[in-house]
């Protein structure tokens, strides 16, 4: 799960397209078919209030259909969204090609609701230097491929460099482990003027959302598998550590402000305006901050994980309707191969980014291994829009700490953790032994249909 403009914004020489260059457009396969092109319905069209990344994805949709004259692209605006994919999918009104979060592949193949694309794999030669473990995400137990990666993510602590100083703390030095974010919290809420030195959610999936990265960073476990089946990992130490944390920093420390009941934006917005010292985040982050709330990229910082035994990773790519034709496969793979996973589009991308005044340079996971990788570090490094120097202690930091994928039926699971999270923020005489029971019991009916 990523709620962000990750995921709802543009991606990641404009010749150099691999597979899919005016040269490659007229390969086999590209002069129009006797039928008339294949058209293709895919969605990821960001909404005109993000004006420069549609214009981007407008741009590269007719830049590809010049190239290959027998592919036509229908883009829609929207992205996956679990509480209506189900409906859309019953109805007929699933895109032939759709964006997926990491935390959906795994059901959906086991579900037959999406198509698999091995064979169709030549499409896309780069695929071979995408790494093997996004990858396995979009692959089924059989070893068959059903889609493939676009971005992915991991999280880390992010941080206002400025309420850092004046709280007295090392900006180029941020908490490693949950007790120094205990303490610095305490520094920055001592501020007053309604500052609160830590926040957390609780709302809409991304309090469970968190309480998995938080558990996950002491080394705890959402679930795991025992043979064919899945179990609930969490009511343990490590799980009440984590909420007796939350709690002591909430009601013993009063470091996380009387508002709660938070969701996605409700900290960003928060950060954006000064009254926020730190939360847990991905690097997009810091694009929302600026873009939607008028925050200056110098302004914040990035560290890793506290803890440090883990982070959650996950991310977005895309899959095919298990009613999409061998035609439509063929085509949406080549899109995929022109917009969105080609390594020599890379320094294009940035380079209109840099132009457009869109970030270059925020700490974000490789996807590439290989020369790719090389292409993707050289670009950045060379574009880079953005006081990298800022994220330095993410980028240090996290080499190293595993990278963990969200459980099965993630978004379900975190529905059930948001009660957990939101109890213990909002009520003092919380019984997190019966929480994480409940939850536990919840979990588990869940985890059953895995």
Same mark, same amino acid.
């Not at 909404?47 to 036509?72: C, Q, S």
């Not at 396995?136 to 137990?141: A, I, L, N, P």
């Not at 890793?304 to 883990?310: C, E, K, L, R, T």
């Given at each position: 799960?990523?709620?962000?403009?990750?995921?709802?914004? &543009?991606?990641?020489?404009?010749?150099?397209?691999?597979?899919?260059?005016?040269?490659?457009?007229?390969?086999?396969?590209?002069?129009?078919?006797?039928?008339?092109?294949?058209?293709?319905?895919?969605?990821?069209?960001?909404?005109?209030?993000?004006?420069?990344?549609?214009?981007?994805?407008?741009?590269?949709?007719?830049?590809?259909?010049? &190239?290959?004259?027998?592919?036509?692209?229908?883009?829609?605006?929207?992205?996956?969204?679990?509480?209506?994919?189900?409906?859309?999918?019953?109805?007929?009104?699933?895109?032939?090609?759709?964006?997926?979060?990491? +935390?959906?592949?795994?059901?959906?193949?086991?579900?037959?609701?999406?198509?698999?694309?091995?064979?169709?794999?030549?499409?896309?030669?780069?695929?071979?230097?995408?790494?093997?473990?996004?990858?396995?995400?979009?692959?089924?137990?059989?070893?068959?491929?059903?889609?493939?990666?676009?971005?992915?993510?991991?999280?880390?602590?992010?941080?206002?460099?400025?309420?850092?100083?004046?709280?007295?703390?090392?900006?180029?030095?941020?908490?490693?482990?949950?007790?120094?974010?205990? +303490?610095?919290?305490?520094?920055?809420?001592?501020?007053?003027?309604?500052?609160?030195?830590?926040?957390?959610?609780?709302?809409?999936?991304?309090?469970?959302?968190?309480?998995?990265?938080?558990?996950?960073?002491?080394?705890?476990?959402?679930?795991?598998?025992?043979?064919?089946?899945?179990?609930?990992?969490?009511?343990?130490?490590?799980?009440?550590?984590?909420?007796?944390?939350?709690?002591?920093?909430?009601? +013993?420390?009063?470091?996380?402000?009387?508002?709660?009941?938070?969701?996605?934006?409700?900290?960003?917005?928060?950060?954006?305006?000064?009254?926020?010292?730190?939360?847990?985040?991905?690097?997009?982050?810091?694009?929302?901050?600026?873009?939607?709330?008028?925050?200056?990229?110098?302004?914040?910082?990035?560290?890793?994980?506290?803890?440090?035994?883990?982070?959650?990773?996950?991310?977005?790519?895309?899959?095919?309707?298990?009613?999409?034709?061998?035609?439509?496969?063929?085509?949406?793979?080549?899109?995929?191969?022109?917009?969105?996973?080609?390594?020599?589009?890379?320094?294009?991308?940035?380079?209109?980014?840099?132009?457009?005044?869109?970030?270059?340079?925020?700490?974000?996971?490789?996807?590439?291994?290989?020369?790719?990788?090389?292409?993707?570090?050289?670009?950045?490094?060379?574009?880079?829009?953005?006081?990298?120097?800022?994220?330095?202690?993410?980028?240090?930091?996290?080499?190293?700490?595993?990278?963990?994928?969200?459980?099965?039926? &993630?978004?379900?699971?975190?529905?059930?953790?948001? +009660?957990?999270?939101?109890?213990?923020?909002?009520?003092?005489?919380?019984?997190?032994?019966?929480?994480?029971?409940?939850?536990?019991?919840?979990?588990?009916?869940?985890?059953?249909?895995?």
């Amino acid at each position: 799960m990523k709620r962000s403009t990750l995921g709802r914004g &543009a991606g990641l020489l404009v010749v150099a397209v691999l597979g899919v260059s005016a040269a490659a457009g007229c390969s086999e396969g590209s002069a129009p078919a006797a039928g008339g092109p294949v058209t293709i319905t895919v969605n990821g069209l960001p909404p005109a209030t993000e004006a420069v990344d549609r214009k981007k994805f407008l741009d590269d949709k007719a830049e590809f259909e010049a &190239a290959n004259p027998d592919i036509k692209i229908d883009a829609r605006e929207g992205y996956m969204d679990p509480k209506t994919f189900a409906t859309k999918l019953a109805g007929g009104q699933l895109e032939d090609l759709f964006y997926v979060y990491f +935390t959906d592949p795994a059901n959906l193949i086991a579900r037959n609701q999406v198509a698999e694309i091995t064979p169709y794999l030549d499409q896309v030669p780069a695929a071979k230097q995408i790494r093997p473990e996004l990858m396995k995400v979009f692959s089924g137990q059989d070893g068959k491929v059903y889609g493939l990666p676009w971005r992915n993510y991991s999280m880390g602590l992010l941080y206002s460099r400025g309420l850092f100083t004046r709280a007295g703390l090392d900006p180029a030095n941020p908490p490693k482990t949950w007790a120094e974010v205990r +303490t610095a919290a305490q520094k920055i809420a001592a501020l007053g003027d309604g500052i609160a030195g830590y926040g957390d959610y609780s709302k809409s999936n991304t309090g469970g959302w968190h309480f998995t990265a938080e558990l996950f960073s002491l080394g705890g476990e959402v679930a795991v598998k025992n043979g064919d089946t899945w179990k609930a990992a969490f009511n343990n130490d490590k799980g009440k550590q984590v909420l007796r944390q939350l709690h002591d920093m909430r009601w +013993t420390d009063n470091t996380m402000g009387e508002r709660q009941l938070l969701e996605y934006a409700d900290l960003i917005q928060m950060m954006a305006s000064g009254k926020l010292g730190m939360y847990i985040a991905t690097g997009d982050n810091l694009k929302a901050i600026v873009n939607q709330y008028k925050g200056d990229y110098k302004d914040y910082g990035l560290g890793p994980m506290p803890g440090g035994q883990g982070t959650l990773a996950g991310g977005d790519g895309f899959m095919f309707n298990a009613k999409a034709s061998p035609e439509k496969i063929r085509a949406g793979l080549r899109w995929l191969a022109f917009k969105f996973d080609n390594p020599d589009r890379i320094a294009h991308d940035y380079e209109y980014d840099a132009a457009n005044k869109n970030p270059v340079g925020l700490p974000e996971p490789n996807i590439w291994t290989g020369e790719a990788a090389k292409t993707r570090d050289e670009a950045a490094t060379k574009l880079a829009n953005v006081p990298v120097e800022n994220y330095k202690p993410f980028a240090d930091g996290n080499t190293g700490i595993a990278l963990k994928l969200e459980p099965p039926s &993630a978004q379900q699971i975190y529905a059930v953790l948001d +009660t957990a999270m939101s109890k213990v923020l909002t009520d003092r005489d919380a019984n997190i032994d019966e929480l994480l029971a409940a939850a536990e019991t919840q979990v588990n009916s869940i985890l059953a249909a895995v």
